[in-house]
């Protein structure tokens, strides 16, 4: 068969420095189709210092525009650079409305709808404005198929009006523990997040569970892995709590040093507003560590509650401190719990998660319609 050609649309790309998981996962995938023969060009917004054009795992960047004239810029690639046969239109929050300038083949592509998260960064009329446009733009593209990577995505997308739906989840670059070493649970109890320090993730929910758990007589530790703008408020909180003993910063680490923490940790924390997938409690659980997370769309999809982790019941820290103590105070659980996350892990192996994913984008751009 002849190679096929794709036009990936993102506003961000793997070496822009707001670039993140979505990033990474799109790379993998994009990386795939060019190893296959097929060739890529994924076109993102410029950032300050960027080359108008890169090449990334032999993928073609091509970077231009920023807010308001991105889609300008993206109908000139497309033009100058095309045909393509598939266009993939990756949403955050705004779509790039490829179906109806580009002429071509596409589909829509995205990890999360926001929701509650443009609370986080907006005041009440902006985040409200946001959660409605968002709703009108995945009503509007109700005809087009769509490319999400978990079940919750998929049902808040179908909610919003969307017909044609398809979960591939997401792989992890985390090899899981060829074997799985002896990890009982001691005191001070290991307790480890993994987030970019933003006010979506809520890490301050993880510092104020540390603290209730101390207040009840669990021993207990943290580390924090991630950076971000809510770091020197993540700090002072810390110090007002009296916990600076008990809290560790750890920062922005390698591949390597983060899966060696997350190997050390007992329990894994998770208290984003929401998430596309929960990739960091796959990777902790790779590394024979169970997760312990708020019940939100991508975490619940991630964490098999009861038998890789637990899920709370409510999003606050007390409900949160309470499943981390039922656990702590169950080894034979514990055990048995971190075992099957580990088993689980290997389900998310990148070789066993693009094959399926690329070859419906394969036929998706030859305009067959896989059963």
């Not at 190679?3 to 990936?8: E, S, V």
């Not at 807010?67 to 949403?91: K, M, N, T, W, Y």
């Not at 446009?133 to 998929?154: C, D, I, K």
Request: aromatic residues 8%; proline residues 6%.
């Amino acid at each position: 068969m002849k190679p096929l050609r794709f036009l990936m649309l993102n506003w961000r790309d793997p070496e822009n420095p707001l670039a993140g998981g979505a990033e990474r996962v799109t790379q993998r995938h994009m990386a795939e189709l060019v190893r296959r023969g097929h060739e890529v060009i994924w076109f993102a917004n410029d950032f300050e210092d960027a080359e108008p054009e890169a090449v990334i795992d032999c993928i073609r960047i091509i970077r231009g525009g920023g807010r308001g004239s991105s889609i300008l810029h993206a109908r000139r690639c497309h033009r100058e650079h095309g045909p393509f046969d598939l266009v993939i239109d990756q949403h955050h929050g705004l779509p790039w409305f490829a179906p109806w300038w580009s002429g071509t083949n596409c589909i829509a592509y995205i990890h999360e709808v926001l929701g509650p998260i443009w609370h986080a960064f907006y005041g009440r009329l902006t985040s409200a404005i946001g959660q409605t446009q968002e709703r009108f733009f995945q009503r509007l593209y109700a005809g087009v198929p769509f490319w999400t990577v978990s079940e919750s995505t998929r049902q808040q997308l179908l909610n919003h009006g969307a017909r044609d739906v398809h979960v591939w989840p997401n792989g992890t670059d985390t090899e899981p523990l060829p074997a799985l070493p002896l990890k009982r649970l001691a005191k001070p109890l290991r307790l480890i997040a993994l987030a970019r320090l933003a006010p979506n993730k809520r890490v301050d929910h993880v510092v104020r569970t540390l603290a209730l758990l101390r207040e009840q007589g669990c021993e207990a530790e943290l580390t924090i892995i991630g950076w971000g703008q809510d770091e020197w408020r993540l700090e002072a909180q810390v110090d007002e709590l009296g916990l600076s003993h008990a809290v560790t910063f750890a920062g922005r680490l390698n591949d390597a040093e983060k899966n060696v923490e997350l190997q050390k940790a007992h329990l894994l924390l998770h208290t984003s507003m929401r998430e596309g997938w929960g990739l960091n409690v796959i990777e902790a659980n790779a590394m024979g560590t169970p997760a312990v997370v708020y019940p939100v769309g991508g975490l619940v999809d991630s964490t098999v509650h009861e038998q890789t982790g637990l899920v709370s019941e409510a999003e606050t820290p007390e409900s949160l401190a309470k499943a981390v103590i039922s656990l702590a105070s169950d080894p034979a659980k514990y055990d048995t719990m971190r075992t099957a996350a580990w088993e689980r892990s290997f389900e998310f192996r990148w070789e066993s998660v693009l094959r399926p994913t690329c070859d419906w984008l394969e036929n998706m751009a030859r305009g067959e319609t896989p059963t």
